[in-house]
Nanobody, 127 residues
Framework: QVQLVESGGGLVQAEGSLRLSCAASGRTFSSYAMAWFRQAPGKEREFVAG????????YYADSVKGRFTISRDNAKNTVYLQMISLKPEDTAVYYCAADPRSKYYSDYERRDEYEHWGQGTQVTVSS
């Protein structure tokens, strides 16, 4: 069983930056595909970024390309989301997700591809 705990959220002004962390329990973390999703009030949960087990392949939603960077440290069982040039529309609860199955690149965007989810961390960007 994998448990995920997100941290690093908070209130930031537009054009500011934040780094989110997702700490995972379990010795098989290094074999898992990982992703970040977000959910704004009144909206569906949406894909933000994904990373394969080794960190060699990363995937991003068009809305965050060039501003967000996903990375992982398998020795620390942690995945990160570095966010810069934040916009008010980035305001949401950000969730970490993990899954042991290998994925085709388009699979990373699908919520039903992930077996494990964290509780989320709030990110609020003020204008």
């Amino acid at each position: 069983q994998v448990q995920l705990v997100e941290s690093g959220g908070g209130l930031v002004q537009a054009e500011g930056s934040l780094r989110l962390s997702c700490a995972a329990s379990g010795r098989t973390f290094s074999s898992y595909a990982m992703a970040w999703f977000r959910q704004a009030p009144g909206k569906e949960r949406e894909f933000v970024a994904g990373i394969n087990w080794s960190g060699a392949h990363t995937y991003y939603a068009d809305s965050v390309k060039g501003r967000f960077t996903i990375s992982r440290d398998n020795a620390k069982n942690t995945v990160y989301l570095q966010m810069i040039s934040l916009k008010p529309e980035d305001t949401a609860v950000y969730y970490c997700a993990a899954d042991p199955r290998s994925k085709y690149y388009s699979d990373y965007e699908r919520r039903d591809e992930y077996e494990h989810w964290g509780q989320g961390t709030q990110v609020t960007v003020s204008s």
